[in-house]
């Protein structure tokens, strides 16, 4: 391996290799900068243990740490080093006793911040209120396969399959971020676990259900008068609109104009770009915005900081469609129902709809709408069936 005096001008112009390579620096023998062939750089350092081992240890990436910084941390490794110990293999021992909680904290602080507000307030509740609980305290080299897949089963009993996929699915991607920075390879106990089987939602709800959800919704709201009066005013612009749940929470008041509210239409894919989607102001939208405060520029504010938007509305809508009874309906099933409704009963093109709920095509829409068309033709075709036998029977 060349050895050059390191500077940071030399560290700068330092050029990727089809391999991984070394460069050491002249005036500190086993203080270097390894350059991969991807184009990271990172401080190492190398020495020979009391046992004769070689030993080669990271000490940071070349972002983290001046080139003086690194050199003077890489001194005093070797001066432990002449001094009988093993720094390297210390380092090896510490990363034995990394907790669960430890790595969801570093993946958390590390990483995160690179993925959108919606999935970091879920990966955030997901850890805590099910990995953490679970197996937080616990060192990752005593966690096996049987405790995830206990931990996968635990959350499907208690909060649904989804859930349950999420929790061990969340926990991998958070072990698999520490692979090889932090942990070994190989040592993700995830990989293997039966995950519960994805089922799509074919949930729609008719129109006396509409009904049930909408008193229980007025209901609610009298019955507790210290909840924020938002969180019921954007459900019910969730139901009149079909918008997705965070569009209606992050409605703006100067985006409602010329007889539309103007969203952000990040749909649910990560290769889509946003774009900017108009809902139709009907008149029950119309008389809707006429009973919103406009007291912040958000028309779903957060009743004790005005100037923030609400990010959810789960606090109630859990209980509202208990009390109307459609536990099982969630909350983007308002919008497969919006469809359902305006294709089935108001015999709107596919068209038309498609392009008011803002789905990329119409493609997209009849992917959706054929599942819920083919359960309800296969009802129907029993039903007539079963007709026709009982009028052949005489009954």
Not at 300 to 326: M, N, Q, Y
């Amino acid at each position: 391996m060349p050895k050059i005096r390191l500077t940071t001008t030399a560290l700068r112009n330092l050029v990727p290799q089809c391999t991984d390579r070394i460069y050491w620096d002249e005036t500190l023998p086993g203080f270097g900068v390894k350059v991969t062939p991807n184009g990271h750089r990172s401080y190492v350092v190398q020495y020979r243990n009391s046992y004769g081992v070689d030993r080669r240890m990271t000490l940071s990436d070349v972002r983290v740490l001046t080139i003086e910084q690194a050199r003077t941390r890489a001194k005093e490794v070797l001066a432990k080093v002449t001094l009988g110990g093993d720094p390297a293999k210390d380092k090896q021992d510490d990363r034995k006793c990394i907790t669960i909680n430890d790595i969801l904290d570093l993946y958390m602080a590390n990483h995160i911040e690179k993925k959108g507000a919606n999935t970091q307030r879920s990966y955030r509740a997901m850890y805590k209120n099910y990995v953490r609980p679970f197996m937080g305290t616990k060192p990752w080299k005593d966690v096996t396969q049987d405790d995830c897949q206990k931990l996968l089963d635990h959350v499907t009993e208690t909060s649904g399959e989804g859930n349950g996929n999420n929790a061990v699915g969340y926990l991998r991607s958070a072990w698999n971020w520490c692979i090889p920075k932090i942990l070994p390879m190989n040592s993700n106990p995830t990989f293997k676990v039966e995950m519960n089987e994805k089922k799509s939602r074919d949930v729609v709800i008719d129109e006396n259900e509409y009904r049930e959800l909408y008193k229980a919704l007025i209901a609610h709201r009298a019955a507790n008068p210290q909840n924020n009066p938002s969180m019921y005013l954007a459900i019910e612009m969730i139901i009149f609109t079909a918008a997705r749940k965070m569009e209606v929470l992050s409605m703006q008041w100067d985006a409602v104009k010329d007889g539309y509210i103007h969203v952000t239409d990040k749909g649910n894919s990560r290769r889509r770009k946003p774009k900017i989607k108009q809902i139709v102001i009907t008149e029950p939208v119309q008389e809707l915005l006429g009973r919103i405060p406009k007291n912040s520029k958000w028309l779903f504010a957060r009743s004790t900081a005005p100037e923030l938007h609400i990010t959810s509305v789960d606090e109630v809508w859990c209980d509202v469609r208990k009390e109307a009874g459609l536990p099982h309906v969630n909350i983007h099933d308002l919008r497969r129902s919006w469809i359902t409704f305006a294709i089935d009963d108001l015999k709107i093109s596919l068209e038309t709809v498609s392009k008011a709920v803002g789905h990329s095509s119409p493609e997209v829409t009849r992917i959706h709408y054929n599942k819920i068309a083919r359960k309800t033709k296969l009802k129907a075709n029993h039903d007539i069936a079963e007709g026709l036998a009982s009028a052949m029977m005489g009954d």
